[in-house]
């Protein structure tokens, strides 16, 4: 008889690199309680501290009891958090942690080709590989009703920070040609708050936020859905504080060069939303 303290599901093997495991936790195939969603959920959006804390700080800042992440490494085929924890690490040694390491990094994998050459070549591969996986797990349906909600909306509230940002300010430059009324989220004075307490249940708001989430636009995206305003979310997981918050999100990963990830695949998306809302507006 298995041991009760045993919470492997029988046959489990546990994921050997933090990609697999991030697919696993992402595919769906493993079914978790509320509790061991949270450290999910956490573990995805801070694989850092994870690597390096402690358990009862990595508990605690998830906010759950040091046992659930012993529960939480053993449903996933570990036998303890240490074996889970090793899989951060690696992820964290293996991670290129700056923009001049990923430059070396670059010149010494160009040899003798161009430079110039070897940068497109691989920049465009990466892209080619990020879209060719949107275009193939995309799911139309959620396009279609993404787009209503959108073009039902008196106004679009666009909301991103850091990485996504350059998504919405170039989506709100092509709204803003198509005649499609919209606010960027994002003023260099500080207003954002007072400039969404305006939005009402008739608005709507299309939030890209990737790991790791940048907080305000969490905190943003929280207020406009207590508001009763819509959601259209573009993120990297289903573990995103983002997700849970919207009627309807997309998952999309973008994959990476040498450590640097473009924007073509979301980019892409975002650009299908605006284009369905204004073909829905003239019809």
């Not at 995206?221 to 573009?234: F, H, K, Q, S």
Request: net charge neutral; proline share 5%.
């Amino acid at each position: 008889m298995p041991s009760s303290v045993d919470a492997r599901p029988v046959g489990a093997t546990s994921p050997g690199t933090y990609a697999e495991l991030r697919d696993r936790l992402a595919g769906g195939s493993i079914k978790l309680p509320r509790r061991l969603q949270q450290v999910a959920a956490y573990a995805l959006a801070h694989p850092d501290d994870v690597a390096l804390g402690t358990v009862a700080k990595i508990a605690e800042d998830a906010g759950v009891q040091p046992s659930a992440l012993i529960r939480f490494a053993q449903t996933l085929g570990f036998s303890g958090f240490t074996d889970l924890q090793a899989v951060f690490r690696e992820r964290l040694l293996s991670q290129v942690t700056n923009y001049d390491e990923r430059l070396m990094s670059l010149r010494a994998t160009g040899g003798e080709t161009s430079k110039a050459g070897m940068l497109l070549d691989g920049l465009c591969k990466s892209a080619t590989q990020s879209i060719g996986q949107l275009h193939a797990r995309i799911d139309i349906d959620s396009v279609e009703r993404a787009t209503r909600i959108l073009a039902e909306a008196e106004t679009i509230y666009l909301v991103a920070q850091r990485r996504s940002f350059p998504i919405t300010s170039y989506l709100s430059y092509a709204l803003g040609k198509l005649g499609i009324r919209n606010i960027l989220i994002g003023s260099a004075v500080g207003t954002d708050p007072e400039t969404i307490s305006f939005a009402t249940p008739r608005d709507a708001a299309l939030a890209i936020s990737f790991t790791p989430y940048a907080p305000a636009t969490i905190a943003h995206t929280r207020e406009l859905g207590d508001a009763g305003v819509p959601l259209v979310v573009i993120t990297d997981s289903p573990f995103s504080p983002l997700a849970s918050d919207s009627r309807i999100w997309f998952e999309v990963v973008e994959t990476d060069f040498q450590g640097f990830r473009s924007l073509s695949a979301s980019m892409a998306l975002a650009m299908t939303l605006a284009l369905g809302v204004a073909d829905r507006r003239q019809g």
